[in-house]
């Protein structure tokens, strides 16, 4: 059984303060995808890595994949409370026919 | 381009009853996959359909069922309601075979509510 542990759980932070969310996984996936979820709606795809050791930025948010395909991270620089919200990374299994396996999420909590 | 949409949004079933959900894709997507989200469990996938196949299934039991039409919409139906299946019912689509094709696109979702 595929898994992805998704560290932290919870993150209560300040405005303007940097963070990582990691995500670790024994497995390797062909893909992964960053998305982020506002409470009642859908996940928001933010990034897809695909190349062991792929790094893609998007403002101020920087995700890394890592050279084994196994484990991302995705770090913010200098945080806003528009940044609030839940984080969940989601490997796609080889093979399986575009089944994502999901983290159990990061909840960010930026205080102004 | 218009977003994956689904239908309803919010439904409130009794234990026992059977319901259908419903998911449009984005144009020109023709892979649908379906998702339950709780809290306990987070985001479980539950099966994919492209070209009206199931191609993969999540460990559900077999009250959990969906299909797909020609035009790449797609319904999934929960029989015999259970406490438990109350969740967001999450859709999500992707265009295969092609480049980018394991970008999935989620939908708003359903909020579904078992009494």
């Known amino acids: 059984t595929q898994l992805l542990e998704q560290s932290p759980q919870f993150l209560s932070i300040q405005e303007g303060e940097n963070l990582t969310v990691y995500c670790n996984s024994s497995?390797?996936?062909?893909?992964l995808q960053w998305y982020r979820q506002e409470p009642g709606e859908g996940p928001v795809l933010l990034v897809t890595v695909v190349t062991g050791g792929e790094v893609k930025k998007l403002k101020r948010l920087t995700f890394q994949f890592g050279d084994a395909r196994k484990d991302s991270s995705l770090h913010i620089t200098a945080a806003q409370p528009g940044d609030t919200g839940l984080y969940l990374c989601a490997g796609e299994v080889s093979g399986g026919y575009n089944k994502l396996i999901f983290g159990a999420g990061t909840r960010l909590a930026v205080h102004p | 381009k218009a977003g994956v949409t689904q239908t309803p949004r919010y439904l409130i079933k009794t234990r026992g009853q059977q319901v259908t959900l419903s998911c449009s894709p984005i144009s020109g997507h023709r892979s649908v996959s379906w998702y339950q989200q709780t809290p306990g469990q987070g985001l479980q996938f539950l099966f994919e359909?492209?070209?009206?196949?199931?191609?993969n299934k999540g460990n559900f039991p077999g009250r959990f069922s969906g299909r797909q039409f020609s035009n790449s919409r797609s319904e999934m139906n929960v029989s015999t309601l259970e406490l438990g299946d109350s969740a967001l019912y999450l859709c999500a689509s992707s265009f295969t075979p092609g480049l980018a094709d394991y970008e999935q696109y989620f939908g708003p979702g359903t909020r579904l509510t078992v009494t």
């Open positions: 497995s390797v996936f062909s893909s």
């Open positions: 359909y492209f070209s009206e196949t199931q191609r």
